[in-house]
């Protein structure tokens, strides 16, 4: 089912290397990234006095590619174009790459993922919030508008960049250089980006912004014909994360991602139902709850109701070790659906690089 842009074993097993650049008819799903805000590892542990005692950040700073190590929740959905025409308006490319969030540690994941899973391109970004762990990577930008993103005779490429109204506002305050390049110092040289504002539950194409409205609701017959053109719709769906504070979970195909929740309404909740693959956040291990993050119950509790066929946890600190979970996980897993009689669940813990396919 799975594959991770680390190993170099046997592509066919789960955990191996996979180079999805060479699988030219599947659609992915890359994960960038799969921790919460702080990463791992954690400075904090790895200069504890006399000697660190976190078995996991040790692990992650010195195995060489430990799954343990962890940069902020991030991920990377590609999709094939199924027509010679979806394929033209990328410029002969076979497939659109859409990356959600870009936070404090994007740079170095890409760095680590974007080689080893044969990724280039990015087509589009969307925000699923405001804070520093989704949006601070948007400077890092520049180097696919101005070097990788190059239409022959066109010059660099624009990036569109999708965000709630809040995001919008909190990145025009943090990077007014970004949203209006005439602010910008120095050379000047700065991510070509033009931003387009998401509305819940409205459906909308990343990669083809002149399908929307004008800037912020989508037209309802535009609508439709995007959805009959060969590109990657998304719909998004408000979710609490933490007290006044929401977030964008996401619907594409058979997948729900929901990197950031505390709290799924009701509303939100139907249109979640269904899902053939669930991505969620899962801070911590154990009963334990928090403010603003599910925790393993509450995700466990999750993918029991919605019975996903697959469940990946995402969003996780380095109170989770990857391999001991994960055999955890499995013999939970395996108990609960001997005991439901139902469609067996499969959960497990995503790690950076792990390369999942999917239809979509």
């Not at 170099?8 to 659609?27: E, I, M, R």
């Not at 999709?79 to 394929?87: A, E, V």
Request: charged share 25%.
């Amino acid at each position: 089912m799975t594959a991770s842009a680390r190993d170099t074993q046997d592509a066919t097993k789960p955990g191996s290397y996979l180079n999805v650049h060479q699988n030219l008819d599947q659609d992915w799903i890359v994960f960038l990234g799969t921790a919460t805000s702080e990463g791992v590892p954690r400075v904090s542990c790895l200069t504890e006095q006399p000697a660190p005692r976190c078995r996991v950040c040790v692990d992650a700073s010195t195995r060489p590619q430990s799954p343990n190590r962890r940069r902020n929740t991030s991920l990377v959905v590609r999709r094939r174009r199924r027509t010679l025409d979806g394929r033209e308006a990328l410029g002969g490319r076979t497939h659109e790459n859409v990356v959600i969030d870009v936070g404090k540690f994007f740079y170095q994941a890409a760095i680590d993922v974007f080689p080893a899973a044969g990724l280039r391109q990015i087509d589009a970004v969307v925000l699923t919030h405001e804070h520093a762990d989704a949006t601070n990577g948007l400077d890092d930008l520049r180097d696919w508008t101005l070097n990788i993103g190059r239409r022959q005779g066109d010059g660099p490429l624009c990036i569109p960049v999708w965000g709630d109204a809040a995001t919008l506002e909190r990145v025009k305050s943090a990077f007014p250089y970004l949203v209006e390049p005439s602010r910008a110092t120095g050379s000047g040289l700065v991510p070509k980006l033009s931003f387009h504002q998401i509305e819940a539950y409205e459906r909308f194409c990343p990669t083809h912004p002149h399908l929307a409205g004008n800037g912020s609701c989508v037209d309802a017959n535009r609508a439709r014909n995007a959805f009959e053109t060969d590109c990657l719709n998304l719909l998004p769906i408000p979710v609490e994360h933490g007290r006044d504070q929401s977030c964008l979970a996401f619907r594409f195909g058979e997948v729900v991602y929901m990197s950031d929740v505390s709290c799924i309404p009701p509303k939100a909740m139907d249109a979640i139902r269904g899902c053939r693959i669930l991505v969620v956040d899962a801070l911590h291990p154990g009963t334990g709850t928090h403010i603003s993050h599910f925790c393993e119950q509450q995700a466990l509790e999750l993918a029991i109701e919605l019975r996903p066929e697959y469940t990946f946890f995402t969003g996780m600190t380095h109170m989770w070790d990857h391999e001991r979970d994960n055999e955890r996980l499995a013999a939970w897993a395996a108990a609960e659906s001997r005991r439901s009689g139902a469609r067996p669940l499969h959960v497990e813990l995503a790690c950076d690089g792990l390369c999942v396919p999917v239809n979509l």
